[in-house]
């Protein structure tokens, strides 16, 4: 069964500090990963996606990708209270045509 | 811009009972999807169609049913709840363009069982 795992399971963090999520492919036929945001009460949104080896920047988000490894990782730095969200990783299998898995998540908590 | 949106927004039902979950998009998106959500937890899939008339299970199908009927629209039945089953389930949409299939999500229908 293809999974995706996410980690930590749940993060506190002071507002200003720094974030960091991991998520990981169990099969390798992987190629697209998408980081979504969902605050409590609301649907999911999609805050980044990354599908190339490296880095890629959007304010004060950053995703990171290791293909060989089937790790993404997002980093939210300088974090403020309305970062305080679940955080889900999905990923595309490329045996399966458009079946997307997502995680389990990730709860942020930015503390004021 | 598009939107989602699902009917019944909440559903109470009963043990064994025959419940039906609908969902419209007018992105004019190709594939859509049926998650269930936990309290808490993350997204499982339970259906996706790639396109009108095709259905693929996901991981969480056994227990439900889906139905594509037309482009736009996309149904999930529940064939026989389960007593204390409570979920939310989220109907995402999405371009069938692989990079940039970001998932658009409507609202919810959280379903409770009695």
């Known amino acids: 069964q293809q999974k995706v795992q996410q980690s930590p399971e749940s993060l506190i963090v002071p507002e200003g500090g720094m974030a960091s999520l991991n998520c990981t492919s169990s099969?390798?036929?992987?190629?697209y990963f998408w980081w979504y945001r969902q605050h409590s009460g609301k649907s999911p949104k999609m805050l980044m996606?990354?599908?190339?080896?490296g880095e890629k920047e959007e304010g004060r988000f950053t995703v990171h990708l290791n293909k060989a490894s089937l790790h993404t990782s997002l980093h939210i730095r300088d974090s403020q209270p309305s970062d305080s969200a679940l955080y889900l990783c999905?990923?595309?299998?490329?045996?399966?045509?458009?079946?997307?898995?997502f995680g389990t998540g990730t709860r942020l908590q930015v503390l004021p | 811009g598009g939107i989602i949106t699902q009917t019944p927004k909440f559903l109470i039902g009963q043990e064994g009972q025959k419940l039906t979950l609908k969902c419209q998009q007018n992105?004019?998106?190709?594939?859509m999807y049926w998650y269930r959500q936990d309290s808490g937890k993350g997204l499982r899939l339970i259906y996706y169609?790639?396109?009108?008339?095709?259905?693929q299970k996901g991981d969480l199908s056994e227990g439900y049913d889906a139905s594509r009927e037309k482009k736009s629209s996309f149904s999930l039945t529940v064939t026989s709840a389960q007593k204390n089953e409570m979920a939310v389930f989220l109907c995402?949409?999405?371009?069938?363009?692989?990079?940039?299939?970001?998932?658009?999500f409507g609202p919810g229908t959280r379903l409770t069982v009695l």
């Open positions: 992105f004019n998106h190709d594939t």
């Open positions: 169609s790639i396109t009108e008339n095709d259905l």
């Open positions: 996606s990354i599908f190339s080896n």
């Open positions: 099969d390798r036929n992987v190629d």
């Open positions: 995402a949409s999405s371009s069938r363009g692989g990079a940039y299939a970001e998932q658009f």
């Open positions: 999905a990923a595309r299998f490329t045996s399966n045509t458009n079946k997307v898995v």
